[in-house]
């Protein structure tokens, strides 16, 4: 099993920043990607950025050169840094874990809400 922590949610105004991070830990394999995705009310939850261990990134195209994902291999702990926020970034964002073979873990899901 995979536990995952999320924090840093919360309101802001548009334009505004915010930074998220999850914290993987049980039986966490040497290779994996780990990534963030989000929901918005009434709609399918949609990527919105990967990392692998070895640093190749996955963006959602609408958040591209707003948003950036990073890790910290050393404590399996990934950051999206989300910057020019709009209100349509509103949502439940979700830290996700992926492993093939082991599978999908997600975490509890944090908040952020945009106000314009």
């Known amino acids: 099993q995979v536990q995952l922590v999320e924090s840093g949610g919360g309101l802001v105004q548009a334009g505004g920043s915010l930074r998220l991070s999850c914290a993987a830990s049980?039986?966490?394999?040497?290779?994996?990607?780990m990534g963030w995705y989000r929901q918005a009310p009434g709609k399918q939850r949609e990527l919105v950025a990967t990392?692998?261990?070895?640093?190749?990134?996955t963006y959602a195209d609408s958040v591209k050169g707003r948003f950036t994902i990073s890790r910290d291999n050393a404590k399996n702990t990934v950051f999206l840094q989300m910057n020019s926020l709009k209100p349509e970034d509103t949502g439940i964002y979700y830290c996700?874990?992926?492993?093939?073979?082991?599978?999908?873990?997600w975490g509890q899901g944090t908040q952020v809400t945009v106000s314009s």
């Open positions: 990392v692998t261990t070895g640093g190749t990134t």
């Open positions: 996700n874990y992926y492993k093939m073979f082991q599978g999908h873990y």
């Open positions: 049980g039986r966490i394999s040497s290779t994996y990607s």
